[in-house]
Structure formats: structure tokens, C-alpha cells
């Protein structure tokens, strides 16, 4: 099993709402990414668990939470979001987290914000 | 802090002609990664380059990375309609363990 999934597939919420991003993968990948990507933009990353732990957070608004239960689930918890968070969220795995690995990426969520 | 950047942005081309992308680092990278991602679809890993004046080929595809490991291509020969995407190059710098996405080349191929 060489995939990445993410649930849903579309998202839309009100700034007041709670909503989780879900992703899985079974390839045995100990990191997992979250990216948000803009219309005709490049990825952009947002954080990066490592065996688990949190190893990058790249100073992202406290309205987006990550957690990872286990290494093959990683979510997205998103509260009070603003619509310029209106956005694709790629989720992203690679074997051990080093920026030499290959990442695999989800097929994403795609947001909106009303 | 890095900066990854590609020219061109946009790349029209004549299916059946040849074209390359280029990627440009401000500052020497120890790897250099390619994806492609289709109209609509995620991001996919084409290769990856370490060495300096690496080449390495896929079919009709070629990349490269260049001696000082500051800037590397894709070279794209006898363009086909299935080529048509955002094609990415994504480095990593000698400091920090993250990938610096560059700003992408959208291709659309003309039949």
C-alpha cells in the first residue's frame, strides 16, 4: 500500500465551528507532514511529526492544532479559522522525516471558510 | 532565509518540442527534489539530486543539478499531453531539516 488518505475530501465552515482534518497512511512512514497550499502557490509546510513526536511547527496560528494518536495517523484540528485559511491541506508522509526522504503526499482536503 | 526560485512560471509549449524549467537557490542546497502535480491532483516525487553535476534521466525527462549545488533543471524532450502540470523543485539547505518549495512552472501543452 504505497497511498496517502485524507478525510473529507471537501470542507466547509463557518469561523465559529470545530472541524478535524484526518490522514492515514500504511506504508511503515515514521513522519508525517501537513501542508496548506493557496490556488497556483507551492506547498507550503505547516508542521512535521517525527516518530511521533512534533519536530517542526513553522509558526502556524494556534487556530490549527496537529496531533499524531500513532505514526500512521496524523489530524488536523481546526477551530475559529479565518476564509484566508480557505486553502488545499496536503498531507505528506516520508520514511524517517530527514528533508532527504521522498515524501508521499495525500490527495487533500480542500477548505473553505465562510 | 532560503529562497528557492523557478523560471519560467508558465511554459506554453508545442507538443512535440523540447523545454526546460529551471529552479535557482540563494544558497547551496545538499538536496534537491522534483515533483509534479497535475491539474486538480497532489503532488508526486519525480527524483531526487545529491551530487554535484548529477544527471540523472526518466524517459523523456532529464535533470540536473548543478555543479555548485545552487541550481538545478528539467529538461523535458518530444512534450506530450500527459506532461501537463505544475512541476516543483524543493531543497534543502545546509542548515535546518526542511524542504524549501520553489514557486512551481505551470506547462500547458498545445496539440
Known amino acids: ?114 | 532565509g532560503q529562497q528557492v526560485m523557478q523560471i519560467p512560471q508558465y511554459q506554453h509549449v508545442q507538443e512535440g518540442e523540447d523545454f526546460t524549467t529551471y529552479c535557482n537557490s540563494s544558497t547551496t542546497l545538499s538536496n534537491i527534489q522534483w515533483y509534479k502535480q497535475r491539474p486538480g491532483g497532489h503532488p508526486v516525487f519525480l527524483i531526487q539530486l545529491v551530487k554535484s553535476g548529477e544527471v540523472k534521466k526518466q524517459k523523456r525527462l532529464t535533470f540536473q543539478f548543478g555543479e555548485a549545488k545552487k541550481n538545478s533543471s528539467l529538461h523535458i524532450t518530444a512534450t506530450q499531453t500527459t506532461d501537463v502540470g505544475t512541476y516543483f523543485c524543493a531543497g534543502k539547505g545546509a542548515a535546518g531539516n526542511k524542504l524549501t518549495f520553489g514557486g512551481g512552472t505551470r506547462v500547458l501543452v498545445k496539440p
Open chain 1, 1 to 114: 500500500d504505497t497511498e496517502v488518505t485524507q478525510t473529507p475530501k471537501h470542507l466547509v465552515m463557518g469561523m465559529t465551528n470545530k472541524k478535524s482534518l484526518k490522514c492515514e497512511q500504511h506504508m511503515g512512514h515514521r513522519a508525517m507532514y501537513w501542508y496548506k497550499q493557496k490556488a497556483k502557490k507551492p506547498p507550503e509546510l505547516m508542521f512535521v511529526y517525527s516518530y511521533e513526536k512534533l519536530s517542526i511547527n513553522e509558526s502556524v496560528p494556534s487556530r490549527f492544532s496537529p496531533e499524531c494518536p500513532n505514526s500512521s495517523l496524523l489530524n488536523l484540528h481546526l477551530h475559529a479559522l479565518q476564509p484566508e485559511d480557505s486553502a488545499l491541506y496536503l498531507c505528506a508522509s516520508s520514511l524517517t522525516g530527514t528533508a532527504r526522504d521522498e515524501q508521499f503526499f495525500g490527495p487533500g482536503t480542500r477548505l473553505t471558510v465562510l
